[in-house]
């Protein structure tokens, strides 16, 4: 990884950088920058577009729901980063240490992931519907009252509880590789030091990958702000009461339904420099603690 | 938007920062790009064959298709019907090609969205279209007095209908209700579903789907304006009627059906699954679209029970008449005159009386001209199906007032959020009745206010 002058002729360097760069200005940064300017009106189709200043930016600073909207996003991205990777740890660590049929586990274990956002979201919907779910009758034999339809708290549950399901593989994919870098030696050496399993996988393993997590948390906090939107679109439309409304499904609502265009751009605007904030911070924080061996 | 960083066996740095900044970006775009100032001078989609945006999907797309064959050999001009999937995807497609003036030459819109496609001044009245002796008024005034904006029928209705009660008769009898008086009053819903539960027969007494339709239903039948100015024919409205016994009634009955298990909620905008919820038999009564009678009829056949149907329950015994639902054809203005005389050409065939009885008999919606009903009447199509029989009696039955025009407003999809959103608040009992009532009130003046200054 030391030598990073291969190519001397920063011509060629250019051209061949070129067609990556055609694609990032076109479908990337181009239409970032129209949605920046964009939040700076009030534009709805068919009907003109006006220059409101900082209108759009006022009214979003001055709406409790767009505050409501924005604790629910942090709270569900936090539930979906932590209820992942406990999850997916949990089940790479019993695949790392199983002997037997380890493909068949890892296979069940993808495959949520292998399906497509939407149809995991309707499968899922059809598991878990309060009326005619397959699983809702067993679930109320439990003694739960399965009413996520018209209970805010339960349907927050339930979605995550989907968007968990759908990532877990994504990170058990990660995870079972990382753990199988790990060297034999110190598996053995912890082994012959007496290190109880749970403590070989926390004191001794989790140091190890801890690279891999930090990817996979930013990978995991990408994905709960943004890739869950079909979950939430398929199973609650952000409802019930605004419980599910994630700021991504609401800036699609604020666009696609109610045609505020300049509105939405607004919040996309600050949803773009929030998450990145966020981002800011978790490799700040990754750069003290994660090993990356140099 | 999946990156595999640098390989997971070794997982540098600056591989999880491309990742991610990559990952990030894409949730700004998207959005530009969805404005555009217009001004372009108007053109078809396609300059060879009328091009028709719609939403009827299923075997309600293959009678349209139909009829847009039988229209083109007659005629000799050439249609070609373009699915958009939904009510939404033909409203969303409609407002970008206006704005960009390459434009469809008639498109499918909702009754709820037509104030926002008026409101594009895009649009030609479809009355210019028609030709002088085309009989307008032998249209049903019910659904036309609805189009008729300013004494001009700007839209040309097509597939319309209202909401209506069905009830599962076999469940009814098991349960020892009279199968032949099926309630007609909020408080008669909430004692048959209570006796349906008590005895063990369903798992609910009713259910409908979580749409702005059937609070309109509620409030017209009780002969209410949701709105003020007339529901927003008489002007730019203002404000939503909450503080009304309409209102209280309602939603203190909602609550009380939810609370006590008797109303079954499959969710916001879940046609099919309240539907569903029906067949299966967890609920004996379900509020829907008249022009579900077919589908119902069949399903219940399936499920081995009896279905009926009869008027959509009123809120204490007063009954002033449903509002229409459904959506009518829209024409873009600035099209040369050979072209619009060849949209009027398919506008008038659709609305001539057999393309209606075919319409009619293959989805269920209304037939909507007089002449239409009466030639029904006479082949003894209403006899033989008496379920058709109650919709439209419902229908024709009803008065004509402010009250019985579905609102028609610019900000329709926000209001109905709105409202939809904050019925479930109210009925699953997370606000009282009266605050949840004053909340909606200026969560709804707040979007009309927006929109309209």
């Known amino acids: ?294 | 938007m999946v990156h595999s960083g640098g390989g997971y066996d070794h997982v540098s740095r600056r591989s999880v920062l491309k990742a991610s900044g990559t990952a990030l970006t894409v949730g700004t775009v998207g959005l530009a790009g969805c404005s555009s100032s217009s001004g372009a001078s108007v053109r078809p989609v396609d300059e060879d064959s009328l091009t028709i945006w719609h939403a009827m999907g299923g075997t309600n797309g293959e009678t349209l298709q139909g009829l847009v064959d039988q229209f083109q050999s007659e005629t000799g001009i050439k249609a070609n019907l373009v699915f958009q999937d939904s009510y939404e995807g033909v409203l969303t497609n409609t407002l970008s090609a206006l704005d960009s003036g390459e434009v469809p030459d008639v498109f499918q819109i909702d009754s709820l969205f037509a104030q926002q496609v008026l409101d594009t001044d895009a649009v030609e009245p479809v009355e210019n279209l028609l030709s002088d002796d085309y009989p307008v008024d032998d249209f049903l005034p019910n659904v036309t007095s609805f189009f008729t904006i300013d004494d001009t029928l700007t839209s040309m209705p097509f597939n319309n209908s209202n909401a209506i009660l069905y009830y599962n008769r076999s469940a009814f009898e098991e349960a020892g209700l009279d199968p032949d008086s099926p309630p007609t009053t909020l408080e008669e819903v909430r004692s048959y579903s209570q006796t349906l539960v008590d005895e063990g027969v369903t798992d609910a007494g009713i259910t409908w789907p979580n749409h702005v339709w059937f609070v309109e239903h509620f409030y017209s039948v009780d002969g209410q304006t949701l709105l003020d100015a007339e529901n927003g024919h008489a002007g730019q409205p203002t404000t939503m009627q909450t503080d009304t016994e309409t209102a209280r009634s309602l939603y203190e009955w909602w609550h009380e059906m939810a609370d006590n298990g008797l109303f079954s909620n499959p969710g916001i905008e879940a046609w099919g699954e309240a539907t569903s919820t029906f067949l299966t038999e967890k609920a004996a009564m379900l509020m829907t679209s008249t022009a579900s009678v077919t589908g119902i009829r069949s399903g219940a056949e399936e499920n081995g029970f009896e279905v009926d149907n009869a008027f959509y329950p009123t809120i204490d015994g007063d009954r002033t008449g449903p509002v229409i639902g459904g959506a009518s054809w829209f024409v873009p203005s600035g099209l040369p005159q050979d072209r619009q005389d060849d949209i009027g050409s398919f506008l008038e065939f659709m609305g001539r009386p057999e393309s209606q009885i075919t319409w009619h008999k293959g989805t269920g919606y209304y037939p909507i001209r007089q002449s239409a009903v009466e030639q029904l009447e006479t082949d003894g199509w209403f006899s033989e199906n008496p379920m058709y029989r109650t919709a439209f009696d419902q229908l024709t039955q009803a008065e004509n007032t402010p009250a019985t025009k579905r609102m028609l407003i610019g900000p329709a999809r926000q209001v109905q959020t709105t409202i939809q959103d904050k019925s479930v608040e109210l009925f699953s009992g997370e606000v009282g009745v009266d605050e949840g009532l004053s909340e909606l009130k200026s969560a709804v003046e707040e979007q009309l206010n927006r929109y309209y200054s």
Request: proline letters at 4%; a positive charge; glycine letters at 8%.
């Open chain 1, 1 to 294: 990884m030391s030598t990073r002058e291969v190519f001397t002729d920063r011509l060629q360097a250019g051209v061949l950088l070129l067609p990556t760069m055609v694609v990032s200005m076109v479908f990337l940064y181009y239409p970032t920058v129209r949605a920046v300017g964009l939040s700076f009106y009030r534009a709805s189709l068919a009907r003109g577009d006006v220059f409101v200043g900082l209108e759009n930016y006022r009214r979003l600073a001055g709406s409790s729901e767009y505050l409501r909207s924005v604790l629910i996003s942090v709270l569900f991205a936090a539930c979906v980063v932590v209820g992942v990777m406990a999850v997916a740890l949990c089940i790479s660590f019993l695949i790392h240490e199983i002997n037997v049929g380890k493909g068949v586990y890892l296979v069940a274990v993808i495959w949520p992931y292998a399906l497509p956002p939407a149809v995991a979201g309707l499968v899922f919907l059809f598991i878990a519907h309060p009326n005619i779910g397959i699983f809702t009758s067993y679930i109320e034999a439990l003694g739960v009252d399965v009413n996520w339809f018209s209970n805010g708290p339960q349907a927050f549950v339930v979605v995550l509880i989907a968007a968990v399901w759908k990532q877990v593989g994504y990170n058990v994919i990660f995870m079972t590789a990382a753990l199988g870098n790990v060297p034999e030696s110190l598996t053995e050496t912890a082994e012959l030091d007496g290190v109880s399993r749970t403590q070989r996988l926390l004191r001794v393993y989790v140091p190890i990958i801890s690279p891999t997590l930090v990817f996979l948390v930013i990978m995991n906090t990408i994905y709960g702000f943004f890739r869950t939107f079909p979950m939430v679109d398929l199973m609650t439309k952000g409802g019930p009461a605004g419980a599910t409304n994630i700021l991504i499904y609401d800036l699609y609502r604020t666009a696609f339904q109610f045609y505020e265009f300049g509105f939405a751009s607004a919040k996309s605007v600050v949803l773009f420099i929030a998450v990145g904030l966020l981002m800011y911070g978790q490799f700040r924080l990754s750069d003290k603690y994660a090993y990356y061996g140099g």
